[in-house]
């Protein structure tokens, strides 16, 4: 006899460590879809009790006694509708990254994580132990399996829930976002879905979490691989499915596909989700910007106002015997524009009581770039002071092509809590702006258009310490994040010595990196945990 179950998932944003507030979320929401969207099962993402990816806190005996109380109070509070959640289970010395499924106070479902990533931002074998058993649950006469995040990957944990009886597999899941990363994750389902032929439910989280971003895209996949339902990326919500137990297999209703968003979309909405929740659950009032009338402190003043709001942004231009009018004019345009707390704090005196200070020490030494660096850490000061007496986060403004090859002052404009376009290419800075004024225009074009600098001295340019940026740039990728060697990246057609001296520059400047504050990861390898070259290094590119 055929039967339905209605599926609720829910995509929701959850907070490392905090395990009562997110036990009162997992079951506000499955109230929420029993009661308003009468479904039978709500399926929450992986390791929701703690939150996503708790590190070392799980070695922490508190932890283990919080998530142990917040177990007992969702399945025995929890009544009328099946629960799926994910927690680290603790037995003896072991920790299992697990999910179970509650069922009005009864435990009908345990099942742990069989791989266990240990690659870029992932070290889950630092802590978990893998599981080995399938796990099957039936529901209303449909038989469900069970997986986690990684096991999706491969074809051996499927296949074993297939094996065990699996008419449906329900995969949770703490899958940060990357560029592209939606089509990889539905490429790969397909892949086991084709491989087991039975459907499956994908529940992912959505929110910041220091430097990583989780975007969400749950989706549904009938067993022919066609995705039946997806949510949308970057939206907090519970969406509902319908899966229908026949003679011939579980069948998807067809539902909601939000559609695929466009890179420089996808890209900004992860900037301002990971701002928004590094600002709010670290409780800070607002933030303040050194607002320079160039292209990446405006960025980085757009983001912020979209991630909590143009109320609780501050700028403050800072200028100098070589700040351009034109720059403290479209400053001025931005703030004014997005309605935001604007101040004019010039440094001369600062910098001038600075030098006449050092001069005993400095004589008659010509001036050359520490005179340049005491305007950016004359700079600091002032923001880091204004950040400290307002109780307002400091956003740094560097992006990743400055931060590779070291064109950023320690204590100076690296100052700062956070660094939203910290992991994006000058190029991609470019386009961000541009995709950012399709929504409303509140960046002046000429920022956009006219040559970058940093005016730190007379008709400054970047273009004088670096190569152009469509030349630095892709070389930077290619090292960065496909690890190729001197001489592949320059069969792309880029000078042999132009590559070495890049690649020099990245190297020598691995000190400064490991003092940046953290940022937005939305590519394949950012700087933060997932780079790991070492500071003291005689490795010599081969010229």
Same mark, same amino acid.
């Given at each position: ?259 695929? *968003?466009? $890179? ?5 909405? @992860?900037?301002?989700?990971? !701002?928004?929740?590094?600002? /709010?659950?670290? =409780? #800070? ?109 400091? *956003?740094? $403004? ?5 931060? @590779?090859?070291?064109?950023? !002052?320690?204590?100076?404009? /690296?100052?700062? =809590? #956070? ?125």
């Amino acid at each position: 006899m055929d039967t339905t179950v209605k599926v609720a998932l829910a995509q929701i944003d959850l907070a490392v460590g905090d395990v009562a507030g997110n036990t009162a979320k997992i079951i506000a929401f499955a109230s929420r879809a029993r009661d308003e969207e009468r479904a039978d099962l709500v399926v929450f993402p992986e390791l929701s009790i703690c939150g996503y990816p708790p590190e070392d806190l799980l070695l922490h005996a508190g932890l283990r006694d919080a998530v142990a109380a917040a177990i007992a109070e969702i399945r025995n509070k929890v009544f009328g509708i099946a629960v799926l959640i994910g927690f680290p289970e603790y037995e003896e010395e072991l920790i299992y990254n697990s999910c179970a499924v509650f069922l009005d106070g009864h435990t009908i479902a345990n099942y742990r994580k069989h791989l266990l990533p240990n690659y870029s931002v992932f070290d889950e074998e630092r802590y978990f132990t893998a599981g080995k058993e399938a796990a099957v649950f039936k529901l209303k006469g449909i038989r469900f399996g069970v997986t986690i995040c990684e096991d999706i990957w491969h074809p051996a944990p499927m296949a074993a829930s297939r094996s065990a009886g699996a008419e449906c597999v329900i995969a949770i899941n703490g899958s940060p976002y990357e560029v592209n990363t939606q089509g990889r994750r539905e490429q790969a389902m397909r892949k086991r879905v084709r491989e087991i032929g039975v459907p499956a439910v994908y529940v992912n989280m959505i929110g910041g979490q220091d430097e990583l971003v989780f975007d969400g895209g749950s989706f549904v996949m009938d067993r022919e691989g066609d995705v039946r339902f997806r949510a949308p990326a970057f939206v907090e919500d519970l969406y509902t499915v319908e899966l229908e137990g026949t003679a011939a297999g579980v069948i998807a209703a067809e539902g909601d596909c939000a559609a695929a *968003l466009s $890179t420089e979309e996808s890209v900004y909405r @992860a900037l301002v989700t990971g !701002t928004r929740d590094y600002v /709010m659950k670290h =409780g #800070f009032s607002g933030v303040v910007i050194g607002l320079s009338g160039g292209i990446d402190s405006a960025l980085v003043t757009a983001i912020a106002c979209d991630a909590i709001g143009a109320e609780r942004v501050g700028a403050v231009m800072m200028p100098f015997r070589y700040t351009s009018n034109i720059s403290q004019e479209d400053a001025a345009k931005q703030a004014a524009t997005l309605g935001i707390r604007y101040d004019v704090i010039p440094i001369e005196p600062m910098y001038e009581a600075t030098v006449k200070q050092l001069q005993p020490i400095f004589g008659d030494r010509e001036a050359d770039v520490t005179e340049e660096n005491i305007q950016a850490r004359c700079r600091g000061v002032l923001l880091m002071a204004i950040s400290n007496k307002t109780g307002r986060m400091l *956003l740094t $403004t560097g992006n990743k092509s400055e931060m @590779a090859v070291g064109y950023a !002052t320690l204590y100076g404009d /690296m100052a700062g =809590g #956070f660094a939203p376009i910290k992991d994006c290419s000058k190029s991609l800075v470019y386009r961000l702006a541009r995709y950012r004024n399709t929504l409303g225009a509140v960046i002046p074009e000429r920022v956009i258009t006219r040559p970058p600098s940093a005016e730190l001295r007379p008709d400054q340019q970047d273009s004088d310490s670096l190569p152009d940026y469509d030349i630095l740039d892709p070389i930077l990728e290619a090292f960065i994040e496909e690890d190729l060697s001197v001489a592949e990246i320059a069969e792309r057609g880029f000078e042999r010595d132009t590559v070495i001296r890049v690649l020099e520059m990245v190297k020598r400047n691995e000190y400064k990196r490991r003092q940046a504050p953290p940022g937005v990861r939305i590519s394949g390898r950012a700087f933060g945990r997932d780079w790991r070259y070492p500071i003291t290094s005689g490795y010599k590119f081969p010229g």
